[in-house]
């Protein structure tokens, strides 16, 4: 597996907090990466720390061989890094059509009101006024739009139908290719397991576990999430 | 009534006030920020005018040019690079954004005075040539509000076509959501600077064009574009149309209001009403409007948090120097001590504003009224001048004008029973404001007040002991604030209001209280300013000066009674001992570093001195834990009962 996005003895956190002690783990492209853990685990911090909007203290992060540990945010964006955070996903004040149109950066948004027709319609409607689940798929819309070639997800299964959810896996699977690294956060999600190639288990901010699917029956990985 | 004539009149003042309003609207959807420096940046720009065009005798379309075009926006890209963009980084909240506003404000202020002084110059060079256009029908009206009309019109369509560009998209996703702007590619800093720059030449453009109608005078002026924030508040931050219109409208409404003759009282009153019809409109406007549309979100105003006692140690034992600096004036000579006469009174009504915006979270830019009020009803009841009260003898006009500024205190503690954040400190302002112009600065309310130390406190030393007094029991009150049940409770509303409503703390009640409380401190406070130097002094209680106090508070930790003293003392002796204006440019410079120094000067200095005073271990390197601990109550006591050394005659094992 070639270079992807690396994270290297990374330590991070929010003032007197350190939220990640000295983690190191490695995302491959042409990989479906699973990133568990429970509250607090320090998942939604790596994501930060990876997009950027997080400080690093010590350590780096690697893209594809380059050092961009002190890139800006939007520069690694730039750089093909498509993060869909947490919760405040969307921008609600804006409309639905322009959300996308600052997802897409001016592609036509048809693809997302295919995939997930509940939005179809509703273009001019304030992002703010949409349901839960709603503001979910809006938020994946920039997958379908501007994929980079690493995708990483925070718990977007949240909020989400039976249905949406299978929905939202098999977009992943068609954005799954040799030349991209896909990482998903989720608390415990049945579904990105079977379709993972790789699982790291965060537990109070370090890596308590990481192997590949087919381990899991060992009895090892429960231990950190339950 | 209403004639076409006045109404034309009116749309000149009108015009300018709607163009100020809207430059104050469109910085505030530009950059997220209620740019309170707004008012600041038009007066600065102004004189720089004069000074370009009446001194270095520039001409005048060059020298127009040159400011608007390239100092207003080097400046509005130079303050976003300074002071926003490291508050944007820790992800301050509102109100510290507001608070690093005021900073610019009173930096341009105390640079405004050190170098163009306080007296007012008529002499602003006019953009527009006095020129009379004949309308269709007869009427006149003047060139200058045919441009100021123009300018709207092209500020109004401008903002109509450029929120449909993906330039306009790009920053309105920037103000909401600053991180997942920049997670969509956005150059989110880039953007800020740009809302920045705009902002400021459009309060540069409202300055010089208001600047040929008013004295130009750094407080005043500047007062006077803030007043235009009725026209904000009216178009609930929003709409920029209605913020148009809104200023015309009071414009108009001033204009023919000239036509209307009374006699006696009503008179005053009428013209007290007239000329400041902009403080009218906007107390009318922060009690009628309910809700700002608050840029970020419906819930973004909402958290007053200044102090940020969770992330930040108490602060201790800076009661010392703070007692230190009380004591020092007992053994000055005589001026010197005249001057610290302020010191402790001055104390005082800092110390009311952290009651109000430390302890409980309500920002409160209103002080400067309670405290003049406070000045105004002791000396009229020492001299028995208050209508319907017998004279009061002594000292105890001390304990009887708090009591009875309460009751204003609970009033504006009443539209802050529904308000938080950037409304309430709008609502204060705005009742400070109309208390200094409808009281303070009419000669009915004012006019042959005399005032003097209380009988037994004539001397200096012997007023300065009872100041003393006052400001212990100052203290005495304000520990019982914040400590115990109602020091818990207020704490709760200050941090999180939902949350101690649920648990049962009546929130109004605690508000109107804590109001109430801070209202009669500072009455107090200002009583005795006042009797220091035994005057009353409408410009020693200016609304502006009342933010100046505020942001003094803010610098020197918002909820730090101690660093309240020491803010007075610094104050004081900066005034006394500096060019008028020094001490404003201090307190300005130092809310300007709030972003670089979160918890304010005291906690800096307090870090500072723990790490310069940490002893280093007794031998070899110091022991480095494999990551950041931080232990339970539980996990404490165990380290302490590890970490404790034997006792002497102690068993060792």
Not at chain 2, 187 to 193: E, G, P, Q, S, T
Request: include cysteine.
């Amino acid at each position: 597996m070639t270079a992807g996005l690396d994270v290297v003895h990374v330590r991070a956190g929010y003032g007197a907090v350190e939220a990640l002690h000295d983690v190191t783990l490695r995302f491959p492209l042409g990989s479906v990466v699973a990133l568990l853990g429970r509250n607090g685990a320090g998942k939604s911090s790596l994501l930060r720390v990876v997009a950027g909007t997080l400080d690093v203290g010590s350590g780096r992060v690697t893209w594809r061989g380059r050092d961009i540990t002190r890139l800006p945010p939007h520069q690694r964006a730039a750089a093909g890094l498509t993060v869909v955070p947490d919760d405040p996903n969307v921008f609600l004040d804006l409309s639905v059509a322009e959300n996308l149109a600052l997802f897409g950066h001016g592609a036509p948004p048809e693809p997302v009101y295919a995939a997930f027709p509940e939005l179809a319609g509703k273009g001019g409607q304030r992002a703010g006024t949409l349901s839960g689940g709603e503001r979910q798929m809006l938020a994946l819309g920039r997958l379908l739009l501007r994929p980079g070639a690493a995708l990483l997800l925070d718990e977007v299964s949240r909020g989400l139908s039976a249905g949406a959810v299978e929905r939202l896996y098999r977009v992943l699977d068609d954005l799954a290719t040799p030349d991209r690294t896909i990482v998903v956060v989720e608390q415990y999600q049945p579904n990105i397991l079977r379709r993972a190639d790789l699982i790291y288990v965060l537990s109070r901010g370090e890596l308590a576990w990481a192997g590949e699917p087919s381990e899991l029956t060992t009895g090892a990985l429960p231990a950190a999430l339950v | 009534m209403l004639t076409l004539e006045l109404a034309l009149a009116g749309l000149g003042i009108g015009s300018i006030a709607g163009l100020s309003g809207l430059g104050l609207l469109v910085t505030y959807r530009l950059t997220g920020v209620f740019n309170l420096a707004f008012g600041a940046i038009a007066m600065g720009v102004a004189y720089l005018l004069w000074q370009e065009v009446r001194i270095w005798h520039w001409p005048l379309a060059l020298a127009a040019l040159f400011d608007l075009v390239v100092v207003c926006p080097a400046f509005g890209v130079l303050i976003e690079r300074l002071v926003f963009r490291p508050l944007q980084r820790r992800v301050a909240t509102p109100a510290e954004r507001l608070v690093a506003s005021l900073g610019v404000l009173i930096v341009l202020l105390g640079a405004a005075t050190l170098t163009w002084g306080a007296q007012a110059r008529l002499d602003a060079p006019s953009l527009v040539p006095y020129r009379q256009l004949r309308l269709p029908g007869g009427a006149k009206l003047p060139l200058g509000t045919v441009v100021g009309l123009a300018v709207i019109t092209v500020v109004v369509l401008g903002l109509a076509i450029g929120r449909r560009t993906s330039l306009g998209l790009q920053v309105r996703a920037v103000v909401e959501r600053r991180e997942l702007a920049q997670l969509q590619g956005l150059d989110a800093n880039r953007v800020a600077a740009l809302g920045w720059a705009l902002g400021s030449t459009l309060a540069g453009v409202a300055g010089v064009l208001m600047a040929p109608t008013l004295r130009l005078q750094p407080f005043g002026f500047t007062l006077v574009m803030l007043e235009t924030m009725a026209v904000v508040v009216v178009a609930r931050l929003t709409s920029p149309v209605r913020a148009v219109v809104g200023g015309l409208f009071v414009g108009v409404a001033q204009a023919e209001l000239t036509r209307v003759h009374l006699q006696g009282h009503a008179r005053a009153l009428l013209e007290a009403v007239t000329s400041n019809l902009f403080v009218v409109a906007l107390l009318a406007a922060v009690l009628v409007v309910r809700r700002l549309d608050e840029a970020g979100g419906t819930d973004a105003g909402t958290t007053a948090r200044l102090a940020t006692r969770g992330e930040l140690p108490p602060v201790r034992g800076w009661w010392m120097l703070a007692a230190l600096a009380l004591a020092a004036p007992l053994l000055f000579g005589a001026p010197d001590r005249r001057a610290a006469l302020a010191v402790p009174a001055l104390a005082i009504v800092l110390v009311s504003i952290v009651v109000v915006s430390g302890y409980s979270g309500q920002i409160s830019l209103g002080q400067a009224g309670f405290a003049g009020l406070g000045a105004l009803v002791a000396a009229r009841l020492a001299a028995g001048t208050l209508p319907g009260l017998p004279r009061i003898p002594g000292v105890a006009v001390l304990v009887v004008a708090p009591l009875l500024v309460v009751p204003v205190g609970v009033l504006m503690g009443w539209p802050a029973i529904r308000r938080r954040g950037l409304f309430l400190a709008i609502t204060t302002f705005a009742l400070s404001v109309a208390m200094s112009r409808f009281v303070f600065e009419q000669p009915a309310a004012t006019s042959g007040v005399l005032v003097h130390p209380p009988d037994a406190f004539g001397s200096d030393n012997n007023f300065y002991v009872l100041e003393l007094l006052c400001l212990a029991v100052a203290f005495a009150i304000v520990r019982n604030l914040h400590h115990g049940r109602l020091g818990r409770a207020l704490i709760a509303v200050r941090d999180d209001e939902a949350g101690a409503l649920a648990c049962g703390v009546d929130v109004r009640r605690l508000k109107l209280f804590v109001f109430a409380a801070s209202s009669a401190l500072a009455a107090l406070g200002g009583a005795l300013l006042a009797m220091g130097t035994r005057a009353f002094d409408p410009v020693a209680f200016d609304p502006i000066r009342g933010l100046i106090w505020f942001a003094a508070v803010v610098v020197f930790g918002i909820d730090s009674a101690p660093g309240a003293v020491i803010g007075a003392g610094l104050l004081i002796a900066l005034d006394t001992s500096l060019p008028s204006g020094t001490s404003t440019l201090v307190i300005g410079c130092a809310a300007l570093l709030l972003g670089r120094l979160p918890g304010g000067l005291l906690h800096s200095a307090h870090r500072l001195l723990e790490r310069l005073l940490r002893r280093p271990a007794p031998s070899g390197p110091p022991p480095t834990p494999s990551r950041a601990i931080r232990l339970t109550s539980a996990g404490r006591a165990v380290a302490r009962s590890i970490h404790r050394p034997p006792a002497a005659g102690g068993s060792a094992p």
